[in-house]
């Protein structure tokens, strides 16, 4: 017996069993205890030995997880960063972009004044051609004057054209940036795919930083529309400025004809007086068209600092998990530490032999 459990019995062959004393009989039931003892020791030992092994498999798989999880979380850490850098360069972009742009609205401000006062002054040079004829030396010198003007303003938009351009390159910038962005997000969601059920939170950061990329790129085109629209319209007033540019090229000529070319000369600033009230017309559509160039560029800017604060809490929470993870390693590390020594105990266990139960005292 041991404690309330049968192991077995006992049987002992002699032949004289009555010589068999009190002591003898004592010494008898001390060694069939201590071979119960061992009996059971042995039953026990086994589910032990089991039960050691299983946990030593689990720590070595919670070992290997932790491992993955924690490469995948300094992979989307390195990444977030560079979509950080990335966003950065295009904040920085698109503010040079909306000082530029409202350099072009000032520009074209500057435009439409011209161009206002340019038609004033030819209307008032050709009433005066056709009502004082005396005066018509007064009206050559201001044609020559508005010549020299014309000739500013389309040095004047030529400069705007060139703006445009660099406007146009900027934009496309923005659009690499986003592309570029766009990219990243999309590796920043397959690290968190491969980091299974604890990549999830990443990959839904990750899916917001694309969908604010591709946000960043529709309002980069949409701009660009905006600025070739702009672009035709420098255009229509360049061909405007040549065409008053040729409505008073011949004004040394038609000052040196007199009074018999007065004809032409009314009809010439009635020509430059109608360019000049075009050129004001389509300046206004500029101004309307740089305001809207303006809009979008601080909507993007506006998109390029949701996407940095996004990446800035992505990469925040990324060091927490990674702090996390280097705890649940720590533990994981220490719980090897406890199998460990749980298996020597089992070993130095099995390595007694039952036998050493069987002597006697």
Known sequence: MFAERCIGTLELEHRQPRRYGRQELALIETCALRIATALHLTDLRRPLRETVRRVNQQVQQLSRAAEVLGTGAQAMTDSMQV????????????????EATAELTRASERVAEDSANAAAASVSASELAARHRSTIEDAMSRLVALKAFVDQSAARVTDLGGASRRVVSFLASIRELADLTNLLALNAAIEAARAGAHGRGFGVVADEVRRLAEQSAAAATEAGQLLADMQQRLHEVDQQMHKGHAGVAGVERVSAQGLDALDAIVQATREAGDGAGRITQTAAGQRAAYAGLRDRMEAV?????????????TITRAGDV???????????????????????MTKQFAAEEPGDYHSVP
């Open 322 to 344: 990674a702090a996390g993870l280097e705890d649940l390693g720590r533990a994981t590390r220490e719980l090897a530490d406890v199998v460990s020594m749980l298996s020597e």
């Open 301 to 313: 800017a506006g998109i390029s600092r949701r996407n940095r604060q996004g990446i800035e809490t």
């Open 83 to 98: 979509v950080g850098s990335g966003l950065a360069d295009q904040e920085r972009e698109v503010s040079r972009g909306l």
